[in-house]
């Protein structure tokens, strides 16, 4: 990238603009180099003005929430990586509904819909990330995804706003259709009245539940790869013989075989050789692909 190109990417943002930004620590896994550029555009129209200057010149870019889902290669990412985390407003609409930004976080949404009474997203209870992650992975839990509350999803495509009603978004298992770098900006979900108290009885509820399901210990992003169709993955990885299978520093959980996990000072080249030798036992055991969950990005 040339300085003139630098130049002009720090110069379109009003909000913050770090230089060789290490994503290890803004992802849970915890491995992966540095990003050329990490910004934090401090509202809407600052990302519109950092992306037009990124559209312009062909510069490669990744948006990040949390983290929770993301496993960067360990040359990190040449780019930039925009972080939405300022983009985190909410506001109550008539008839139950409620407007959140990308950047606001699965907690604070649940903090939200429990202290105004809103029910149906009480099933994201410990399921770690922001709503822009959620959005994208269509992220869901006990048979529910959050795709199927909402009203419409508000992106930038091509650096022009725009909203998409629920009956147009195409979305399935884990996943949501979108265009190339299309950004999610923000969601209406449409939910339901319910009382608070058991609202956040539910959500309590959860979070207990996983507290015993998921004590895995050590930074991991998840469940690693998809349920395949009628099968669980973590059962095909636990018959594969692969319970505590380990690689360097990364390792399939003792507690949950589908959670891959850091024990500390792991390579991301580590979690990458682990998922392949799991895919490939689980291929000669029992002829099928397990397809990851998380999404890999960046250079080796
Ligand atoms: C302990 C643990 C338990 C989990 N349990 C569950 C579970 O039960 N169910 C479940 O579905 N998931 C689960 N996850 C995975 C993870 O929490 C979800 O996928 C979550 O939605 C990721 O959100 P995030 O903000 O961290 O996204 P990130 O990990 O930052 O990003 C995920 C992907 O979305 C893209 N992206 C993020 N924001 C945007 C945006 N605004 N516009 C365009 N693209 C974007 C990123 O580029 C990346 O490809 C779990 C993870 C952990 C660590």
Redesign the pocket.
């Known amino acids: 990238m040339t300085g003139d190109i630098s130049a002009r990417l720090v110069a379109s943002l009003a909000g913050e603009m770090r230089l060789a930004e290490p994503l290890a620590p803004h992802t849970?896994l915890k491995v992966g180099g540095p990003a050329d550029f990490f910004a934090v555009p401090a509202d809407q129209a600052d990302l519109q003005s950092l992306m037009a200057i990124i559209l312009e010149t062909g510069t490669p870019y990744?948006?990040?929430?949390?983290?929770?889902?993301?496993l960067v290669r360990d040359g990190g990412f040449r780019g930039v990586v925009v972080s939405?985390e300022q983009l985190n407003e909410m506001e109550l609409l008539p008839d139950c509904r409620l407007r959140a930004g990308?950047g606001v976080t699965n907690r604070e949404l649940l903090r939200f819909v429990g202290e105004h009474g809103l029910a149906g997203l009480e099933f994201l209870s410990g399921?770690?990330?922001?709503v822009?992650?959620?959005l994208?992975?269509n992220?869901?839990?006990h048979g529910r995804s959050v795709l199927e509350l909402t009203e419409s999803v508000t992106t930038l495509k091509a650096g022009a706003v725009t909203v998409t009603a629920k009956e147009r978004l195409r979305f399935g298992y884990?996943r949501l259709e979108?265009g190339p770098g299309e950004?999610?900006l923000a969601a209406v979900f449409a939910l339901g009245a319910g009382d608070a108290g058991e609202i956040e009885r539910k959500i309590e509820g959860y979070l207990e539940h996983r507290r015993n399901s998921?004590r895995v210990g050590f930074p991991?992003?998840?469940?690693f790869f998809k349920n395949p169709e009628g099968k669980q993955a973590w059962r095909l990885i636990d018959e594969a013989g692969l319970r505590g299978c380990r690689i360097g520093s990364a390792q399939v959980s003792e507690v949950h075989t589908n959670f891959l996990v850091n024990r500390g000072g792991a390579k991301a080249a580590d979690f990458l050789e682990l998922a392949q030798l799991i895919k490939e036992k689980v291929r000669l055991q029992c002829g099928i692909e397990l397809e990851e969950e998380v999404?890999i990005v960046g250079v080796d």
């Open positions: 849970s990744l948006v990040v929430g949390g983290g929770y889902n993301l939405l990308a399921i770690p990330g922001t822009g992650g959620a994208t992975m992220a869901g839990a884990r979108l950004i999610v998921q991991n992003a998840g469940s999404r």
